[in-house]
């Protein structure tokens, strides 16, 4: 079982920064595969970014939204449960509910919501124009 609890939405002026954390209860997270999704007011989920599980053959691989690439980063430190999203150059059409995912299993299909088992609550990014 883990819990993820984001923090560190909030309100930013377009052209700004913010940086979202999640952190993760369990001691397995190197273990785990991280997601970010974001949904906005009348919109479905959408896939923002995620990093593969430590380790291995695809240790640390990340994968990202077009619109997202080159403004958004994704990485993790293993040794404080946390997986982190650096959001630059924020447009309006950013704005959002936030989440990240975890995914332990073989399932994982990176940019599938419905391949992950586990959600954090979400955090609110707003982008003012």
């Known amino acids: 079982q883990v819990h993820l609890v984001e923090s560190g939405g909030g309100l930013v002026q377009a052209g700004g920064s913010l940086r979202l954390s999640c952190a993760a209860s369990?001691?397995?997270?190197?273990?785990?595969?991280m997601g970010w999704f974001r949904q906005a007011p009348g919109k479905e989920r959408e896939f923002v970014g995620a990093l593969s599980w430590s380790g291995g053959w695809s240790g640390g691989r990340t994968f990202y939204l077009d619109s997202v690439k080159g403004r958004f980063t994704i990485s993790r430190d293993n040794a404080k449960n946390t997986v982190y999203l650096q959001m630059n150059s924020l447009k309006p059409e950013d704005t959002a509910v936030y989440y990240c995912a975890a995914e332990a299993g073989n399932r994982w299909i990176p940019a599938v919501a419905a391949t992950y088992t586990y959600w954090g609550q979400g955090t609110q990014v707003t982008v003012s124009s």
């Open positions: 369990g001691r397995t997270f190197s273990s785990y595969a």
